[in-house]
């Protein structure tokens, strides 16, 4: 107990010390995202979804960011234009990992950087022409293309092109599915509000466009897959469990996904969210006006894995529920086994996490099956409701973080030392630098799937090697003290 | 169930075992996607000159091009300077997509910060974000100097840097003699190459506006955006130590964007020093080593009364004679014995090598002066450049371009697409074979299309590590290429053999 209470004590002296660094207006404003977590509360005790502070290294990424990157990006039979000058869609193109089967350029297009390249005379004359005859190109470039989302940069807003009415048009024209999306980069305080938008785009351009009076053969056992972005392939990774349990995947999304797939949501009888915050609002939609209830569920490490498993089939007939019960104990050897081989060498290795989505509370889970203590986590675009939502998987005393800077996760990183960082590529050079173990968490350091009883064994190899690499004890010269 | 814990498969693997197969399959019902037949017919149709002539009548649309946005290159060339912090007004992703690309390139920190301007700032103007972002900065980083460079989002609502930064400096945000270089950098004009230019000139007005010059005996030489800076400039470094040369980098990222693993993190790595950036007005000239993306930085040394050598990064035998003549010519200093001995290495390597090389068939794609550099190695090599693209051409490079084609035989076959994207070249390839292509990691997917074999040289290099830490530079760096190309001509030649050839030879 004592043990708990220091460092509760040290973690407040931290923020304190951290705070007294900033001039006083932006300490005033940083002292509401930094909190220490007290059981019992109902939620972290710190303020979320606010604007970054000008100046400081937020992590943070925009609205397109969240748009294109996230959510539109990966849905693999559209060809997704980054609309506007070069640089967002090079910078954004094919770093995510959001894996799809197909012949890229062909019938696949999500590892394609496609722009309108905007030069001075589009953004003087405006770009909607250009964005009509970049659609007719489309058209005979990707003959197999199924739609086209408008993924508007920061100037598409600013100087008043009406890309709304481009789409209207070009979708008579050629009747391809044109979606346009207003997720300018200064739209928001962060990626989140470009999710938003992105799931307003779905229902006003995909589901109001589509005819759900045809025919569909449907099942009782109908699910969607849905705000998984096939990472290092963790959807599938997920579906396979799903699918074993005797449930149908009739769409998933938007990892992997057809425009096709992404229709199917008011098609299932329960829609299964991965990512609770990029995609609640379609989800909340999909339930109000199609009457489709949607679950959440945490396919990180057997606890979760199994705990998820039995919420999902309860939804189900008992045939469900017992398959439930057979997924569970036929995977329970390899848990058992990555278990005994990987514990022994993380227990009790202190954890610190600085993630996006769900991740700063999905992940922990996985991290404690294998005997490791998250001691400090924080959302980069969390809202109230992750916060509440994290209190069921943190324990007394954790230290968290909202927003946090680099100059923050430096000074705690520095005075916790943690045995491993999980956080993004921004982050992890310069805790390798300081000597401490680092891994991705966002592209899962080029390795994954993560999700499912596959990516647990996955998981905990990456975990060790990071942690146990030898190179962590040649950081020091032999001949200084 | 293929997973264990004894032998964990990672994607790479597992997804090639049946019972993903399987699922892949079920999946498809599922997708509405195209008949398998219907693609690869589609799919072998994108590789016919019918297709090409299609893709190249694109006006509007642009599909994987070779260039990033301006403001990429500023951050780059800010940080070449010791302190500084390459601070960025406008949309805060923007920046979190320049460190990013460059962390995946460098495998380092990137330091780098955003004003985070949004809705309200779109319509009142950023001044408020620039007042409290300087503050912020200053106060946290503690930094020497702030460069600040722009998004395309400040641009289009005008924005005014100079009088922005005037008044947070007025409002108590920072020192009034803090220094605060800046340079607008609109991502619709131009690309990465233009905003590093953009930013270096901002910076030596900052350093050089007002003051007198007196001539010394010491030269400059800057690198441009260049994804091997961290070896090239080190190499440069060693070559101007050899001809007993004083200089000064402008800009030098060498020891930012390599630092070591030992326990600390140093935020502020390297850089040229800010005393060194101001004396280097009195420099006798500059030396460019990328022209093409400097031109606007030449023409102001010329106007402080510099000599401006530009060069194009100097790849191979002649490119580094060229180097070392400038050096030469600029400093009165002569070219020593050593370096003649490193030539002759060079020559010689390329002699061993050359019946491998001639009359290899090349694609090209990259920024304008890495493409004059890397034309140039390969016609000194006896190899012949077919395609090659530049999407971030300019007038001035096509000049220059065409007149190295025109001078030499291996040359004549070669044919020149500017502002063309690797969509064309993919078309170029499929009707056009050649046997190597050259460029960043983004050529993966082509090698992969067309089947054509890539060498890894350009930027980004996101794929495969530790390339930055070799220089292209110099003649040592002239033999790194000449070893990254070799090495994928013989890794290919071996590959070739695989269905029952003879011609496995143990010795090449």
């Not at chain 1, 509370?361 to 001691?375: K, Q």
């Not at chain 2, 050649?434 to 890894?456: A, C, N």
Request: charged share 25%.
């Amino acid at each position: 107990m004592s043990a708990v209470i220091d460092d509760k004590t040290r973690n407040r002296a931290l923020i304190n010390e951290v705070l007294a660094t900033y001039p006083e207006k932006a300490g005033k404003k940083r002292a509401k995202h930094l909190n220490v977590y007290e059981e019992g509360k109902p939620d972290c005790g710190v303020k979320s979804n606010i604007k970054s502070l000008p100046g400081v290294m937020t992590i943070r990424g925009c609205a397109y960011a969240g748009s294109k990157g996230v959510v539109w990006g990966p849905i693999k039979d559209m060809v997704h234009v980054s609309h506007g000058p070069v640089g967002c869609g090079q910078y954004s193109w094919a770093t995510r990992r959001n894996y799809a089967n197909g012949t890229a350029g062909v019938d696949s297009f999500a590892a394609l950087q496609v722009t309108s390249d905007f030069q001075e005379k589009d953004i003087v004359f405006g770009g909607d022409k250009k964005l009509d005859k970049l659609i007719d190109e489309i058209k005979t470039v990707f003959p197999l293309a199924k739609g086209v989302s408008v993924q508007s940069e920061c100037p598409i807003g600013l100087i008043g092109d009406d890309i709304e009415a481009v789409a209207k048009k070009k979708h008579k024209e050629t009747g391809l599915s044109v979606v346009p999306v207003r997720c300018e980069g200064f739209r928001g305080v962060s990626q989140s509000l470009g999710h938003h938008i992105a799931n307003d785009a779905i229902r006003d351009w995909v589901f109001d466009k589509a005819d759900y009076e045809a025919p569909f053969e449907s099942t009782s056992y109908d699910v969607v897959l849905m705000a998984d972005y096939n990472i290092g392939g963790d959807a599938w990774a997920s579906r396979i469990l799903l699918e074993e349990m005797g449930l149908r995947v009739i769409g998933q999304g938007t990892g992997d996904a057809t425009l096709k797939e992404i229709e199917m949501m008011p098609r299932a009888k329960v829609l299964l969210l991965h990512c609770y915050r990029s995609m609640n609002y379609i989800a909340r939609h999909v339930e109000e006006k199609y009457g489709v209830p949607w679950m959440e569920y945490n396919f990180f490490g057997p606890t979760k894995i199994a705990e998820s498993l039995r919420k999902i089939a309860a939804l189900f007939d008992d045939t469900i529920k017992a398959n439930a019960e057979k997924v569970i104990a036929k995977h329970e050897q390899l848990c058992a086994d990555v278990i005994a081989k990987y514990k022994p060498r993380l227990e009790g290795k202190k954890v610190m996490l600085y993630v996006g989505g769900l991740r700063p509370r999905h992940v922990i889970g996985a991290y404690e099956d294998l005997g490791m203590d998250v001691v400090g986590t924080g959302y980069e675009f969390g809202h109230g409701d992750d916060y509440q939502r994290t209190t069921g998987y943190i324990k007394d005393g954790t230290l968290i973080y909202d927003d946090a800077s680099g100059f923050e996760l430096e000074k705690f990183a520095e005075k916790i030392r943690p045995d491993l960082i999980g956080s993004g590529v921004k982050e992890k050079y310069i805790f390798q630098k300081m000597g401490i173990p680092f891994r991705q968490m966002h592209s899962w350091d080029y390795s994954g799937p993560y999700h499912g009883y596959d990516g647990f064994a996955i998981f905990a190899r990456d975990m060790d090697m990071a942690i146990n690499s030898p190179v962590w004890s040649l950081t020091k010269a032999p001949w200084k003290k | 169930m293929a997973q264990s814990a004894e032998k964990v498969l990672d994607h790479s693997a597992l997804f090639q075992t049946p019972e993903y197969k399987e699922l892949f399959e079920r999946k498809r019902a599922f997708e509405h996607t195209v008949p398998v037949d219907e693609v690869k017919k589609t799919c072998d149709w994108t590789k016919t000159w019918e297709y090409r002539e299609i893709n190249f009548s694109r006006e509007a649309l642009t599909i994987n091009p070779a260039k990033a946005c301006q403001p990429l290159g500023a951050v780059m060339a800010a940080a070449g300077f010791e302190g500084t912090l390459p601070y960025v007004h406008g949309s805060q992703g923007c920046v979190a997509y320049f460190r990013s690309h460059f962390n995946r390139h460098f495998k380092e920190p990137v330091s780098a910060v955003s004003d985070s301007m949004t809705e309200d700032a779109a319509v009142f103007g950023g001044l408020t974000n620039m007042v409290d972002g300087l503050a912020n900065a200053y106060a946290l980083y503690k930094p020497k100097m702030i460069a600040v460079s722009t998004t395309c989002m400040a641009e289009v609502i005008g924005d005014d840097l100079d009088a922005f930064i005037k008044t947070a400096k007025d409002k108590g945000s920072i020192p009034k003699d803090f220094p605060v270089p800046f340079a607008h950098t609109p991502s619709f004009v131009g690309s990465h190459v233009t905003g590093y230019d953009n930013m270096l000139k901002g910076c030596l007005t900052h350093f050089w506006e007002g003051k007198e010059r007196k001539e010394s005996t010491s030269i400059n030489i800057n690198g441009g955006f260049d994804g091997y800076c961290v070896a090239n400039t080190r190499e440069l470094k060693r070559l101007l130590a050899e001809m007993d040369v004083e200089y000064t980098v402008l800009s030098d990222t060498s020891d930012v964007y390599d630092t070591p693993t030992n326990g600390e993190f140093n935020m502020f790595a390297g850089g040229t020093r800010y005393d060194d950036a101001v004396n280097a007005l009195h420099a006798k000239g500059t030396i460019f080593m990328q022209g093409i993306s400097a031109a606007k930085s030449a023409e102001y040394v010329e106007k402080v009364g510099q000599k401006a050598v530009s060069l194009h990064c100097p790849i191979g035998v002649a490119g580094t004679d060229a180097f070392l003549m400038a050096v030469s010519e600029l400093t009165g200093k002569p070219i020593p014995a050593s370096l003649e001995l490193e030539r002759g290495r060079l020559v010689d390597a390329i002699a061993d090598s050359q019946a491998y090389l001639h009359g290899k068939k090349f694609a090209l794609f990259g920024d304008p002066d890495m493409l004059l550099g890397l034309t140039g190695f390969l016609l000194e090599l006896g190899a012949e450049p077919v395609h090659i693209v530049c999407t971030n051409s300019t007038k001035d490079f096509v000049e220059k371009m065409e007149k190295l084609l025109a001078a030499s035989p291996f040359g004549q076959g070669a044919k020149l697409w500017p502002g063309k994207d690797l969509w064309h070249m993919r078309s170029l390839l499929a009707t056009e074979p050649v046997d190597f292509l050259i460029g960043s990691s983004h050529g993966k997917y082509l090698e992969r299309d067309i089947g054509t074999p890539l060498i890894r040289i350009g930027f980004p290099i996101f794929d495969r590590h530790h390339h930055h830490r070799f220089p292209i530079w110099g003649y040592q760096g002239g033999l790194n290429v000449l070893v990254k190309i070799l090495d994928k001509i013989f890794d290919t030649l071996d590959a070739s053999t695989v269905e029952g050839s003879p011609s496995f030879d143990l010795v090449r």
